[in-house]
């Protein structure tokens, strides 16, 4: 995509699993930062992850998109390193002895849907056929796999919405 070198896509990738892995370590702070309001940064997330496949279908259709899919992936990344969050709130909504089993159904549901999605975008993409001499599709493709990207980002941002919020309560 985008005429990138395997060796340039791999950099951005790279960059991606380090903005995922310092956003893990630094959660906190940026938990500080929104005053322990745990909601509103679970919306933020999920808003930024709406907006940055919103840029990424911007960055399809315009004429160089390089920069608005870098910038996109970037945004979808941020919100990946939350997940210390996500186990704070089931914590904090859960009675104590149900904790474990919370954070665990959490998890395992994160990669039920990334195994969903996976296969979905598998779909997606076999309705259209690489550019001739690669293996890149054309931003066609992508577009329609960021459109259903775009379908569960509003249904998680509408779900977001339901979170009691939990800051001042006590851990059961």
Do not use: W
Request: glycine residues 8%; contains cysteine; hydrophobic residues 55%.
């Amino acid at each position: 995509l985008y005429s990138f070198s395997s060796g340039k896509a791999s950099m951005i990738i790279m960059i991606m699993t380090l903005v995922v892995a310092v956003n893990n370590m630094t959660v906190n702070v940026i938990l500080r930062l929104f005053g322990d309001r745990r909601k509103t940064v679970l919306l933020s997330g999920v808003l930024c992850s709406v907006i940055g496949i919103l840029l990424a279908c911007s960055g399809f259709k315009a004429a160089d998109g390089k920069f608005l899919f870098i910038l996109s992936l970037l945004l979808i990344a941020f919100p990946s390193g939350y997940f210390p969050i996500f186990g704070t709130i089931a914590r904090e909504l859960c009675p104590a002895k149900y904790t474990g089993m919370a954070v665990a159904y959490l998890n395992f549901m994160a990669f039920v849907f990334i195994s969903l999605y996976q296969n979905i975008n598998g779909i997606i993409l076999s309705k259209f056929h690489p550019q001739e001499g690669t293996l890149a599709f054309s931003t066609d493709a992508y577009s329609a796999v960021y459109l259903f990207f775009l379908i569960g980002g509003i249904i998680s941002l509408a779900a977001a919405c339901f979170v009691p919020e939990t800051k001042g309560t006590e851990i059961k």
